[in-house]
């Protein structure tokens, strides 16, 4: 009898065993199907650079085998290759940014300087007498004093694209507002004959050259960090 049994089991077991094993090999090979191919498709997308496509495919991958180390291996190195092309392009597009700004300012400073030099060499003009007074203040009220405005307005409508060039933009800011100011008291002492005026407008051109030695020295470092 328990002879019998046993091998009732034993043909029992030769009939379920093979088709359970089989069902196994079924479901299994559909999954790894899949996640094969999610994986070649990951692989191609990574090599190619496409990074959010690789990101899709393992994704797809780690959900057919969640317990598979490879995939999840990918899929975190995918991530942060994605990572790293946002972080350079931001740093590029950044960089272009700056380079624009700096072109923008230094176009500024030339302007900037030849009105200084005018102003310079109209004072030394006065100082020989070889300028009437007449000349001189029309020359300071028509030429150089609404050049030195448009100027400091040109100058306060760019943007700085950083904190790094925010510094900078307002130094210069500051330069050509103190001597606009310093060109409007001169121009208001020609007009009044007041004296303080005269000696208000010098103190104002001081604080503009101390603001415009500043930018220069910061502008410098600027170029040669951003324009190799």
Known sequence: ???????ERKHILKIVLPIAFASTLLLSGCTSAKY????????????AGKYNEAITAFSTAVQEEPKDKEAAKKLEEATKKLEEE??????????EEIRAFLNA??????????????????????NKDKISYKGFST???QEILPKS???ADAVSKISAPNEETKAVHELLISSLEK???????????LDKRDVSKVT???KLFTEARKFNREYKAKMESLIKKYNP
């Open 139 to 141: 020359t300071l009220i």
């Open 200 to 202: 208000n407008a010098n």
């Open 105 to 126: 300012m230094k176009d500024i400073e030339k302007q900037a300087d030849a009105v200084g030099d005018k102003w310079d060499k109209l004072r030394e003009s006065a």
């Open 1 to 7: 009898m328990k002879k019998k049994i046993k091998t």
């Open 86 to 95: 946002k972080r350079k392009q931001k740093e590029k597009k950044e960089r």
């Open 36 to 47: 094969k191919e999610s994986m070649e498709t990951g692989n191609t997308a990574l090599q």
């Open 179 to 189: 001597r606009t100011l310093g060109l409007t008291e001169a121009a208001a002492a």
């Open 149 to 151: 405005i448009e100027l």
